[in-house]
C-alpha cells in the first residue's frame, strides 16, 4: 500500500501547479483523501479533502477560490489543483487516505504519502 505525491516544485507568485496523490495496493473506493502542509516552524494544516464515496470536498479558508481537488478513477489518482499561488503556500506538501468515520467527512487517515516541496516566490 502506498501512496506517491508528485507535482512540487518551483513557482512564481500568481503561478499554478498541479500537485497529484497515487495510490498503489489500494482503491480510493470508500476512502476520504486529504491534502496537507507543512511549513518550517508550523504545524500540520489541512489544505482539501475529498470523500470518494459521495464526492463532497472540503477547502480551508485560505485555499477557496484558488485549489481545486480532484479525482481520477481510471488512474486512482487525486490531484490538488493549485492557482494564484501566495508566498504563504510554501510548504510541504502531503496527502492522505483513510476510511471516514460516522461523524466526519474525511479522516481519519492510515495512509500517508511522502511529501512534494512546493516553493512560491514573490
Known amino acids: 500500500v502506498q501512496l506517491q505525491a508528485s507535482g512540487g516544485g518551483l513557482v512564481q507568485a500568481g503561478g499554478s501547479l498541479r500537485l497529484s496523490c497515487a495510490a498503489s495496493?489500494?482503491?480510493?473506493?470508500?476512502?476520504?483523501i486529504g491534502w496537507f502542509r507543512q511549513s518550517p516552524g508550523k504545524e500540520r494544516e489541512g489544505v482539501s479533502c475529498l470523500n470518494y464515496s459521495d464526492g463532497r470536498t472540503f477547502y480551508v479558508d485560505s485555499a477557496k477560490g484558488r485549489f481545486t481537488i480532484s479525482a481520477d478513477n481510471a488512474k486512482n489518482t487525486v490531484y490538488l489543483q493549485m492557482s494564484s499561488l501566495k508566498s504563504e503556500d510554501t510548504a510541504v506538501y502531503f496527502c492522505?487516505?483513510?476510511?471516514?468515520?460516522?461523524?466526519?467527512?474525511?479522516?481519519?487517515?492510515?495512509?500517508w504519502g511522502q511529501g512534494t516541496l512546493v516553493t512560491v516566490s514573490s
Open positions: 495496493g489500494f482503491s480510493f473506493d470508500g476512502h476520504a
Open positions: 492522505a487516505a483513510g476510511i471516514p468515520d460516522r461523524t466526519a467527512m474525511c479522516g481519519p487517515y492510515t495512509y
